[in-house]
Protein backbone atom coordinates (compact mmCIF):
# COMPACT_ATOMS: atom_id res chain seq x y z
CA UNK A 1 0.00 0.00 0.00
CA UNK A 2 1.43 3.18 -1.55
CA UNK A 3 -0.30 6.34 1.00
CA UNK A 4 -2.18 8.56 -0.99
CA UNK A 5 -0.02 12.09 -0.52
CA UNK A 6 3.52 9.89 -1.23
CA UNK A 7 5.30 12.23 -2.89
CA UNK A 8 5.55 11.76 -6.68
CA UNK A 9 9.24 11.02 -7.46
CA UNK A 10 8.24 7.93 -5.16
CA UNK A 11 4.95 7.19 -7.22
CA UNK A 12 7.26 7.63 -10.49
CA UNK A 13 9.56 4.36 -9.12
CA UNK A 14 6.83 2.91 -7.66
CA UNK A 15 5.29 2.81 -11.88
CA UNK A 16 8.60 1.93 -13.23
CA UNK A 17 8.85 -0.90 -10.97
CA UNK A 18 5.82 -2.09 -12.81
CA UNK A 19 5.36 -5.80 -12.19
CA UNK A 20 8.45 -6.03 -10.91
CA UNK A 21 7.90 -4.31 -7.43
CA UNK A 22 5.16 -5.63 -5.00
CA UNK A 23 4.10 -6.02 -1.24
CA UNK A 24 4.23 -1.83 -0.78
CA UNK A 25 4.01 -0.75 2.39
CA UNK A 26 5.49 2.45 4.69
CA UNK A 27 6.94 2.91 8.31
CA UNK A 28 7.15 5.69 10.09
CA UNK A 29 10.74 6.04 11.73
CA UNK A 30 10.04 6.16 14.83
CA UNK A 31 8.45 2.74 14.63
CA UNK A 32 11.79 1.58 13.34
CA UNK A 33 13.55 2.89 15.88
CA UNK A 34 11.04 1.31 18.80
CA UNK A 35 11.16 -1.94 16.51
CA UNK A 36 13.18 -5.15 18.70
CA UNK A 37 15.60 -4.95 15.54
CA UNK A 38 17.07 -1.44 15.99
CA UNK A 39 17.93 -1.96 19.87
CA UNK A 40 19.98 -5.46 19.20
CA UNK A 41 23.32 -5.36 18.60
CA UNK A 42 25.33 -5.99 15.64
CA UNK A 43 26.07 -9.24 16.42
CA UNK A 44 22.51 -10.56 17.24
CA UNK A 45 21.28 -9.01 13.96
CA UNK A 46 23.65 -10.73 11.54
CA UNK A 47 22.53 -13.63 13.41
CA UNK A 48 19.13 -13.75 12.50
CA UNK A 49 20.57 -12.44 8.80
CA UNK A 50 19.86 -8.56 9.23
CA UNK A 51 22.06 -6.71 7.60
CA UNK A 52 23.30 -4.20 9.78
CA UNK A 53 23.87 -1.33 7.15
CA UNK A 54 20.12 -0.04 7.20
CA UNK A 55 19.89 0.38 11.21
CA UNK A 56 23.53 1.86 11.46
CA UNK A 57 23.80 3.75 8.52
CA UNK A 58 20.40 4.64 6.78
CA UNK A 59 18.60 4.82 9.82
CA UNK A 60 20.93 7.43 11.67
CA UNK A 61 21.25 9.64 8.69
CA UNK A 62 17.46 10.07 8.70
CA UNK A 63 17.57 11.04 12.08
CA UNK A 64 19.06 14.06 10.74
CA UNK A 65 15.93 15.21 8.90
CA UNK A 66 13.95 15.48 11.55
CA UNK A 67 11.37 14.20 13.62
CA UNK A 68 10.83 10.64 13.58
CA UNK A 69 7.41 10.37 13.84
CA UNK A 70 7.13 12.91 10.49
CA UNK A 71 9.41 10.55 8.50
CA UNK A 72 7.85 8.03 6.85
CA UNK A 73 9.86 4.89 4.57
CA UNK A 74 7.73 3.77 1.63
CA UNK A 75 10.01 0.43 0.39
CA UNK A 76 8.28 -2.47 -1.89
CA UNK A 77 10.27 -5.68 -2.83
CA UNK A 78 11.62 -7.29 -5.87
CA UNK A 79 10.51 -9.98 -7.52
Not at 19 to 48: K, Q, R, T
Request: with cysteine; net charge negative.
Amino acid sequence: YIPNDTSKEICDMVDSWDIDGHSHNYLYLDEIIDSVYYNMSDDELNEIGVGTRFFRGAVDSLLELGNPEEIRIVFWFDN
